[in-house]
């Protein structure tokens, strides 16, 4: 069974940073794009940033140049950094990651929880 398992959430200041990190468990026989979405109060959820297992990065552009992904293979992480935080980034932020559970299972999407990030004074 996989899981995502995310953390790093809070309430932080405009202009403030937050680390978002998401920790993939169970069984991966392969790990592939990892991403950041998230969903405002009262809106879709939308595409924050993903990357790929070569490292090819794609962001929003409401986040470029002030928001990072990055990811650590050996760990099975994917990391969010997010800086200038502006209060239109308040969201529920979900972590997705496509993984191949076995070598007989095909590719399939996986999602985490969630974690609150509220940008507020």
């Known amino acids: 069974q996989v899981q995502l398992v995310e953390s790093g959430g809070g309430l932080v200041q405009p202009g403030g940073s937050l680390r978002l990190s998401c920790a993939a468990s169970g069984s991966i026989f392969s790990l592939n794009d990892m991403g950041w979405y998230r969903q405002p109060p009262g809106k879709e959820r939308e595409l924050v940033a993903t990357?790929?297992?070569?490292?090819?990065?794609n962001y929003a552009d409401s986040v470029k140049g002030r928001f990072t992904i990055a990811r650590d293979n050996a760990k099975n992480t994917v990391y969010l950094q997010m800086n200038s935080l502006k209060p239109e980034d308040t969201a529920v932020y979900y972590c997705?990651?496509?993984?191949?559970?076995?070598?007989?299972?095909?590719?399939?999407?996986?999602w985490g929880q969630g974690t609150q990030v509220t940008v507020s004074s």
């Open positions: 997705n990651a496509n993984i191949q559970a076995t070598f007989f299972r095909n590719r399939r999407d996986y």
């Open positions: 990357i790929t297992s070569g490292d090819t990065t």
